[in-house]
């Protein structure tokens, strides 16, 4: 049935509340935008990273060890449920790059020279793959190339074993194994210091003792087969040739960073949708609550017509779906530019062959689907007030409000207040309910500013607390083998060597009960000066007892905590398994930490003296020599910068963080406006018989102004305290939902944040009250007390 | 000047049969006896005038006949059927179909104009006029595509009572439809009543206050205090033009 005039109405009245329903569509597209950014964000890279990993046999399991005879693979290939394997030498040469002072590290893969690899296959971006006896050509990572400006025909020296040697750059390459390439143990890329390489095998093995062997195994199994289990045997057969425990994708470092930021997306696509549209229901609720008692008596006119209760509440309710399904096309089209922007900035740090973003419209109807339906639950109170109201009872003007002396007048002291004061606190005082949900709109857009704008607190935070205050080292010297603490003491006379201290690393399994993990335990002296272990509330831990310290979330994975015996098994040289306390947990901020004394696990290694590497600290102005010292020690297998980590850091998170952090300014200034603007719309609209009545006695515009905006001012000035609170609140939950093995952020929120966000509040309660005092200007006096509300 | 018109003489059929009316709200803690036992008929084609005081019952009584409202005892009674047997959609269902309102406040849609308006209840009539013709008929067929807040008072009360008509209703109820408007403009919205009343045959039952308006009545009824006071036919029916106050 088709109701011209009623569809007619329905557009003009949508028109004649433009203002208040495109600020509601705004938040909604907030929500939506938020939603499409999230949701589509995490299609297109789950689908790429599928068809990617797919495309080029990425490994199911990995495995290092020290070094076994190609024979061995036959055996490993009868473990049940292996479908496909490759073995191959994988070793860290220090690279001598020409535009760069410091070392850098590189890794070498071997290749087939006769193919390309089957397993963890390449993508050639550009150049060819190697050919055979050609000596010294390489493939190089795209990331590494691209920040040193390399291309096809350039070559960079690199120390190989002991040996300067050039590598021929013959092809530009991804692989899916280094998605998100990082160096061993690191957290952040380092796209300028570390590159992998590509080299025939036939090269490779020789210069490292490894001909007939390898030292890394990738496997891929047949489908349905226990990866658990294929990793135990695994383990079983690689125990002996110095197995450093083999472990499947979840656990490769590049995938977990990416199935991270998968997760991260996948909690961003909930949490932040959920605040914006909750906001706009909340909205949406109000207004109609509002539009439908203004408009009681057509509603009640409708009805004598004989349009029913259904067709009422439908007309009503399509006003909602209108502006949900705008919010839902506005938040549509920013989703998807803001998408593209994202993955534009994932391709910065993830590097796959393509990473298109992609809206699947599943995507797009779901959007659209949870904006109508955010709009519906938001409305259906009002709305089905609507379709059920009496018609003949719709006809009567509504009773008077029942007033009452407000508190302050019942205790005798209304003498302290003016009448217009008295006006504001019996108005407050008589709907409670509605100045509590007016003020909670408020408070709401409070607290998405603060939501919005914390995680720059938090970071800064984190980034003061453990590059300067925990660690203090100016770099981290890693050794190719652990050799004797005397090597340390000789680096205090390098040139610019301020302080050096010593570190031991292993790599072990941690079990407790059914738990294990693959982690690496790092021992130092108790009391150093460098390198301190902080947890997130800058409490120092002092080492002073001789079992393990875990982070927080290892012991939650063990299910152990101080006390509890866990079962070290070393993972190197003698591969001691020993029982050990739990000494502490440690709250910290970034992946799982295993801790202990320095003496403590040379006791248990049967060894005296050896280190892995050294914290250094060196003095910035003679950093270049010692860089080239450094480069030249045949021992030293790699150098890491805290400067370098701290500029990796600022770029990748701070930019990213900064992006997100405007974005979600904008969407929460909009939120604030929509809500105090359509608050004080509201009010004046309840109101405006009253004010037109005063206005007609005498009272002059500012009085009647002062009236409207004094009760707009106590609900913010009430609003903004609790909406900073319910914004710390939701902080925590943001947090909550990033948490995971790779980051823990603490919940840090700064003065200035909340002072922002109090500050926009403000300002949009005053413009919003300017734009209402204007109104009033306009107010019709004459009109208001013709007819009857 | 015209010869008044002779009273209709008593109708064939009655339209309503209002038998034992009563009703009583709840107005907080106290309770309202709006009607007190009202027995009423009206018939094809007939001009009734309820005259009465504020709160006699007149409106309570005008929209229980409009299936606006239910009576808290009593049975009315629509040609062969009982409304009072009527569940909400059913009275919505009558009201779309029979029933033409006319209110004080004239209850127009703002932000449609008069046509629409009007074709707000001629989209869901089952054998409605055009709009057009339904304003031409409260001579308004100038002012068609005007918005009510570009209508005076009588013009806007004219379209509610084309919006009314449009429908060809079996019965037209207005209530107190002079009662914001000055007596000029009143006289024209009378003579629009009067002459769908005389043209469509529709059975016409008019609230007011106005005493002056009960002589173009062919029959007056009093309420007071929620019972019929008085009753009586007026012998001959008095032009509205004619009427002065």
């Known amino acids: ?789 | 000047m015209p010869a008044p018109v002779a009273s209709s003489p008593p109708a064939t059929a009655a339209v309503f049969q209002a038998r034992g009316l009563t009703k009583t709200y709840h107005v907080g803690e106290i309770d309202i006896q709006a009607l007190r036992g009202v027995d009423l008929d009206l018939f094809e084609g007939e001009f009734i005038v309820l005259l009465g005081p504020s709160g006699s019952g007149k409106s309570t009584l005008l929209n229980i006949l409009g299936g606006l409202d239910v009576p808290t005892a009593g049975t009315v009674r629509y040609k062969d059927h009982n409304l009072t047997e009527y569940d909400e959609a059913a009275l919505t269902r009558y009201r779309r179909d029979h029933v033409g309102f006319v209110f004080q406040f004239y209850n127009l849609i703002p932000s449609l104009t008069a046509r629409e308006n009007v074709a707000l209840v001629t989209d869901i009539a089952r054998d409605p006029m055009p709009p057009a013709e339904a304003l031409r008929l409260v001579g308004l067929g100038e002012r068609l595509d005007h918005f009510p807040s570009q209508l005076s008072g009588g013009e806007q009360q004219r379209v509610a009572i084309a919006r009314a008509v449009a429908k060809r209703p079996q019965v037209l109820l207005c209530d107190e439809p002079t009662g914001a408007l000055d007596v000029h403009t009143g006289i024209v919205v009378l003579e629009a009543i009067e002459k769908v009343n005389r043209e469509l045959g529709t059975a016409t039952a008019v609230i007011t206050h106005n005493a002056v308006i009960a002589k173009m009545a062919d029959r007056v009824i009093a309420l007071s205090d929620g019972r019929i006071a008085t009753e009586h036919r007026n012998d001959t029916k008095t032009a509205a033009r004619e009427l002065e106050w």
């Open chain 1, 1 to 789: 049935m088709i109701l011209a005039a009623l569809h007619r109405k329905l557009t003009r009245d949508l028109w004649s509340m433009k203002g208040q329903a495109l600020a509601i569509a705004l938040v909604m597209a907030s929500g939506i935008a938020t939603f499409i950014l999230s949701a589509a964000t995490m299609a297109s890279l789950q689908q790429t990273m599928d068809t990617y990993y797919d495309r080029h046999g990425f490994a199911d399991v990995f495995a290092q060890l020290k070094r076994a005879p190609n024979r061995l693979a036959q055996r490993i290939a009868e473990i049940p449920g292996v479908a496909q394997l490759d073995t191959r030498v994988v070793v860290n040469v220090n690279l001598d790059v020409e535009d760069l002072a410091e070392p850098a590290l590189g890794r070498i893969i071997s290749v087939p020279e006769s193919h390309e690899p089957w397993i963890n296959g390449l993508y050639l971006r550009e150049g060819r793959y190697i050919e055979p006896n050609r000596r010294g050509e390489v493939l190089v990572s795209e990331a590494f190339a691209k920040v040193h400006g390399l291309v096809p025909g350039d070559t960079v020296r690199a120390v190989i074993n002991g040996r300067r040697d050039v590598l021929r750059i013959v092809g530009i390459a991804l692989s899916p194994e280094y998605v998100y390439q990082i160096r061993p143990g690191d957290i952040l890329p380092d796209d300028k210091r570390f590159g992998v390489f590509w080299m025939s095998e036939r090269e490779l093995a020789p210069a490292f003792d490894m001909e007939g062997a390898f030292n890394d195994v990738s496997l891929i199994l047949e489908p349905g087969a226990s990866e658990a289990e294929v990793i135990r045997r695994l383990d079983a057969l690689l125990d002996p040739y110095g197995g450093l425990g083999a472990y499947g994708r979840a656990d490769h470092p590049s995938h977990q960073f990416v199935s991270n930021e998968l997760r991260e997306l996948r909690g961003m696509a909930v949490i932040a949708p959920l605040i914006f549209l909750l906001v706009a229901a909340f909205l949406l609720n109000v207004v109609f609550t509002r539009l439908i008692s203004t408009q009681r008596e057509q509603i009640a006119a409708l009805k004598a017509f004989g349009y029913s209760n259904w067709q009422v509440g439908w007309h009503y309710m399509q006003m909602v779906l209108v502006i949900a399904i705008v919010g839902a096309i506005i938040g549509t089209g920013l989703g998807t530019w803001m998408g593209r922007g994202l993955a534009v900035m994932y391709t910065r740090f993830f590097h796959f062959p393509i990473l298109a973003f992609s809206l699947p419209p599943r995507v797009v109807v779901t959007a659209i689907g949870i904006s109508m339906g955010a709009g519906s639950i938001g409305t259906l109170t009002a709305v089905r007030r609507a379709a059920i109201l009496p018609p003949a009872q719709a006809m009567r003007p509504e009773p008077p409000a029942n007033f009452k002396p407000t508190i302050l007048e019942r205790l005798g002291l209304q003498r302290l207040v003016s009448p217009a004061a008295r006006t504001i606190l019996r108005e407050l005082e008589r709907r409670p309910l509605k100045a509590a949900i007016s003020c909670f709109g408020i408070a709401m857009a409070a607290a998405v500013l603060v939501v919005g704008s914390f995680m720059k607190d938090s970071v800064d935070y984190v980034l003061d607390l453990q590059f300067r205050r925990a660690q203090r080292e100016t770099m981290t010297v890693t050794l190719n083998e652990p050799i004797s603490g005397r090597a340390v003491r000789e680096m205090l006379h390098l040139p610019g060597v301020l302080s050096a201290e010593a570190f031991r690393s292993v790599p072990a399994r941690l079990r407790h009960g059914h738990s294990t993990r693959r982690v690496g335990v790092t021992a130092i002296e108790p009391g150093a000066q460098l390198f301190r272990v902080m947890d997130i509330h800058g409490g120092l831990v002092e080492f002073d007892r001789g079992g393990l310290y875990l982070s927080t979330k290892l012991g939650d994975i063990l299910g152990a905590g101080p006390g509890d015996l866990v079962t070290l098994e070393v993972l190197e040289s003698e591969r001691p398994v020993v029982q050990l306390p739990v000494s502490g947990l440690i709250d910290d901020f970034s992946g799982l930490s295993a801790y202990m004394r320095l003496d403590a696990l040379h006791r248990l290694m049967g060894e005296q003296d050896r280190v892995s590497g050294a914290y250094l600290a060196a003095d910035d102005a003679r950093t270049d020599r010692l860089y080239t010292e450094l480069k030249n020690m045949p021992a030293v297998a790699g150098v890491a910068l805290k400067k370098a980590t701290v500029e990796s850091f600022n770029k990748v998170i701070a930019e990213n963080l900064m992006r997100m952090r405007a974005a979600n300014v904008i969407f929460a200034v909009i939120i604030a406006f929509g809500v105090v603007y359509n608050s004080a719309r509201i009010s004046l609209a309840e109101r405006s018989r009253e004010l037109a009545t005063l206005r007609v006695i005498g009272f002059t515009r500012a009085e009647v102004a002062s009236i409207l905006m004094g009760e707009l001012a106590v609900l913010t000035l009430i609003a903004i305290p609790l909406g900073l609170a319910l914004g710390y609140t939701l902080s925590a939950a943001v947090i909550a939902s990033v948490d995971s093995e790779l980051f823990r952020i603490p919940i840090v929120v700064n003065r200035t944040t909340y002072g922002f966000a109090a500050l926009v509040v403000i300002l949009a309660a005053v413009v919003s009250g300017l734009v209402v005092i204007r109104r009033i200007a306009h107010l019709d006096l004459i009109e208001v007390l013709k007819t009857r509300g």
